[in-house]
């Protein structure tokens, strides 16, 4: 008899699509999914849909879920009959889609948080036997949250390597980035957080008057003004984070993996350091939308950068003096 070959999988996303084909083929269920939790955003990562139209990247709110109550002890990982179960019968989504089955797994991260779930809904109320599937359920989930380690702590890794191998497309201002490098790595983040659903905020910081300095005090004084720029924002910023230059006075920074309130605070202490050290400048900011992509996170901080700019340009006056 000949041996059957063995092939890993090529991806951590192709690992989780064999997963829900698999489990959907020996469970039934016309949906399983691999979701993340961030806040309220309960994200599809992955989907096997057989009936209820869910694909990768629709959001749906955690606190209406079924998962979210299970996650809490409210309600049992396998439920053949939805309905009888108090927390799931008064769950919100299922006012908004037809569910009698569920079958739902809490997946970590290293530290022991939860990261998200893996589950399976279905309109039709389930035979019993599938309580006796639990240990191959959990068996997958397992197998999943084990490789997801592996893969987010290889992430991390490529993307220190993928940095460090960027001095070609590094700025003249110590640790910041180039238009070309600020692209190239945005493109890479985006292909994560699409796989992984990594939170993902971009600032956008326009200088006000860089061509005034530059035509009254000199392209040195300019110079100058750049370097006390990047010096404030590298000092708010943790070291993970990115901060780019493009278009002359214009900078971008990237902050992956902190939740909106946070990303705020670091918005208003780059701001009073701008302020302390008398640099005019005009912020704009915004939190990726995992149904959309950073490239339009860009564009909307990008327009309240300049909607912020012109509110200044109508309440204050062209006298500008810098501390530089």
């Given at each position: 008899m000949e041996t059957?070959?063995?092939?890993s999988?090529?991806?951590?996303?192709?690992?989780?699509?064999t997963?829900?084909?698999?489990l959907?083929?020996?469970?039934?269920f016309?949906l399983?999914?691999?979701?993340?939790?961030?806040?309220?955003?309960w994200?599809v990562?992955?989907a096997?849909?057989?009936g209820?139209?869910?694909q990768?990247?629709?959001?749906?709110?955690?606190?209406?879920?079924?998962?979210?109550?299970m996650?809490?002890g409210?309600g049992p990982?396998?439920?053949?009959?939805?309905?009888?179960?108090k927390?799931?019968?008064?769950?919100?989504?299922?006012?908004?889609?037809p569910?009698?089955?569920?079958?739902?797994i809490p997946l970590?991260?290293p530290?022991?948080?939860?990261f998200g779930?893996?589950?399976a809904i279905?309109?039709?109320?389930?035979?019993?036997?599938?309580?006796?599937?639990?240990s191959?359920?959990?068996l997958?989930?397992q197998?999943?949250?084990?490789?997801?380690?592996y893969?987010?702590k290889?992430?991390q890794?490529?993307?220190?390597?993928?940095?460090?191998?960027?001095?070609?497309?590094?700025?003249?201002l110590?640790?910041?980035?180039?238009g070309?490098?600020?692209r190239?790595?945005?493109e890479a983040e985006?292909?994560?957080?699409?796989s992984y659903?990594?939170?993902?905020?971009?600032?956008?910081?326009?200088?006000?008057?860089?061509?005034?300095?530059?035509?009254?005090?000199?392209?040195?004084?300019?110079d100058r003004l750049l370097?006390?720029?990047a010096e404030?924002?590298?000092?708010?910023?943790?070291q993970?984070?990115v901060?780019?230059?493009?278009?002359?006075?214009e900078?971008g920074?990237?902050?992956?993996d902190?939740?909106?309130?946070?990303?705020?605070?670091?918005?208003a202490?780059?701001?009073?350091?701008?302020?302390?050290?008398q640099?005019?400048?005009?912020?704009?900011w915004?939190k990726r939308?995992p149904?959309?992509d950073?490239?339009?996170?860009?564009?909307i901080a990008?327009?309240?950068?300049?909607q912020?700019?012109?509110?200044?340009k109508n309440?204050l006056?062209n006298?500008?003096e810098?501390?530089?």
């Amino acid at each position: 008899m000949e041996t059957p070959i063995i092939t890993s999988f090529s991806s951590f996303e192709s690992a989780v699509k064999t997963v829900l084909n698999f489990l959907h083929e020996r469970l039934g269920f016309q949906l399983w999914m691999f979701t993340r939790v961030e806040a309220e955003d309960w994200i599809v990562l992955s989907a096997c849909d057989h009936g209820y139209g869910v694909q990768q990247g629709n959001v749906f709110r955690w606190s209406d879920s079924f998962c979210s109550r299970m996650v809490k002890g409210l309600g049992p990982q396998i439920a053949p009959n939805s309905k009888q179960i108090k927390a799931y019968l008064e769950a919100p989504i299922g006012q908004l889609v037809p569910i009698s089955a569920y079958i739902g797994i809490p997946l970590s991260h290293p530290d022991g948080s939860l990261f998200g779930t893996l589950c399976a809904i279905d309109p039709n109320p389930q035979s019993e036997k599938i309580r006796q599937e639990s240990s191959l359920i959990e068996l997958q989930s397992q197998l999943l949250t084990t490789i997801l380690h592996y893969e987010l702590k290889a992430q991390q890794n490529a993307r220190l390597y993928e940095r460090a191998q960027k001095e070609a497309e590094m700025d003249w201002l110590p640790n910041i980035y180039n238009g070309k490098g600020w692209r190239k790595i945005i493109e890479a983040e985006e292909l994560r957080c699409k796989s992984y659903g990594q939170l993902a905020s971009v600032i956008i910081l326009d200088l006000d008057n860089l061509k005034i300095v530059n035509d009254q005090q000199g392209h040195q004084a300019g110079d100058r003004l750049l370097q006390a720029t990047a010096e404030c924002l590298l000092k708010n910023i943790r070291q993970e984070d990115v901060v780019a230059r493009f278009g002359g006075d214009e900078f971008g920074i990237l902050i992956l993996d902190l939740h909106e309130s946070e990303v705020a605070k670091i918005v208003a202490r780059i701001a009073e350091a701008l302020e302390a050290n008398q640099i005019r400048a005009s912020l704009g900011w915004a939190k990726r939308d995992p149904q959309s992509d950073l490239w339009e996170t860009i564009k909307i901080a990008d327009q309240r950068m300049y909607q912020q700019k012109q509110q200044r340009k109508n309440s204050l006056s062209n006298k500008v003096e810098y501390l530089i």
